[in-house]
């Protein structure tokens, strides 16, 4: 059975700008969020889908999205975690790890029956 399926998470980025909160009328600290959707394979294997930055006020939750390329430049590391960028890799990885062990066990019998 193939289980699959999509989800949605939320990470912080790191950063934080002082800026004037509307809502609240007054300046305050604003953190910078990442939001995205992914496709999951056995809830393990997973592709990211759609992104979307946010700058959230700290006290009220208020805030905007951000243009992706303006603030990707900012970031100092990617903040989606490594198994969620890469679920495509790690599923060929897999794969192409299993071929290789199951030739190489292959190849070890046969040199055993030879000799
Ligand atoms: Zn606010």
Not at 46 to 71: E, F, N, S
Request: aromatic share 14%; charged share 15%.
């Amino acid at each position: 059975m193939i289980i699959f399926g999509t989800g949605s998470n939320t990470v912080p980025c790191g950063i934080t700008h002082a800026l004037f909160c509307a809502h609240c009328s007054r300046q305050n600290e604003f953190d910078l969020l990442l939001t995205y959707n992914y496709f999951h394979l056995y809830y393990v294997i997973r592709q990211v889908g759609d992104k979307h930055y946010l700058l959230l006020c700290r006290t009220c939750g208020h805030g905007w999205k951000c243009d992706p390329q303006k603030v990707e430049p900012e970031l100092k590391r990617p903040p989606i975690p490594f198994t969620d960028r890469n679920g495509v890799l790690i599923l060929i990885l897999t794969i192409g790890g299993t071929f290789f062990l199951i030739g190489i066990s292959n190849f070890i019998a046969n040199w055993l029956k030879t000799n």
